[in-house]
């Protein structure tokens, strides 16, 4: 099962620091599942405007590829402005709907204030629900107070967080393994 964790940002390493401990707590968990790390900052983005997928640069559509040849996603994001970076957006818009359908998702977040959490609740989860993704119920937040030198997590409380946030993904991973990804409806 291929899972796709998602470094939402194209600059900073905080996300990218998650990241890799979530992907060790799943690995302990699950050695089955096929795990890959994807940046955003190693792609060359463009403006999505609307225009047909074929239109955009090898990058853009590599991207699409990669979020639907995945059968779940951590998706990691620094809060920048009280919002979402706008490259996650723009990753986002180039989906079609159905790409990330019935698919578990589990969130990981950074950011500068305790406030900024919320945006998971009113931006973040909103988008996912939108796609009709399997989301976790439990996200991690974290802000600059977590980490140590190097973006090391010494924060125990979020290690115990991103363990229980791993062990929930592996199973909303496996629950989504038999649900059919078609549907009744044709939108």
């Known amino acids: 099962m291929k899972i796709l964790l998602i470094d939402g ?6 996300t990218g620091a998650i990241l890799d401990q ?5 690995e302990q968990l699950n050695s089955n599942l096929d795990l890959e790390i994807m940046k955003l ?15 955009y640069n090898d990058d853009m559509r590599l991207l699409v590829r990669k979020f639907e040849e995945a ?14 970076p706008g490259v996650l957006k723009n990753a986002f818009d180039l989906l079609h709907p159905r790409t990330m ?16 959490h919320l945006v998971i609740e ?3 989860k909103p988008i ?13 937040y974290t802000t600059a107070n977590h980490f140590g030198e190097g973006n090391v997590i010494v924060d125990q409380d979020v290690h115990d967080r991103l363990r229980e946030l791993a062990r929930v993904f592996v199973q909303y991973a496996e629950m989504g393994k038999n649900l059919s990804k078609e549907t009744l409806d044709e939108h």
Request: some cysteine; hydrophobic content about 35%; aromatic content about 14%.
């Open 9 to 14: 940002t194209i600059i900073g390493s905080k």
């Open 22 to 26: 979530v992907k060790v707590y799943i």
């Open 41 to 55: 900052a190693e792609f060359d983005h463009q403006f999505v405007d609307g225009r047909p997928l074929g239109e």
């Open 71 to 84: 059968e779940g996603y951590i998706l990691a994001t620094p809060i920048f402005q009280g919002s979402i």
């Open 101 to 116: 359908r019935y698919k578990p998702v589990s969130i990981v977040a950074n950011g500068g204030t305790y406030q900024h």
């Open 122 to 124: 009113n931006q973040l």
């Open 128 to 140: 996912l629900d939108y796609f009709r993704c399997l989301v976790t119920p439990n996200y991690v």
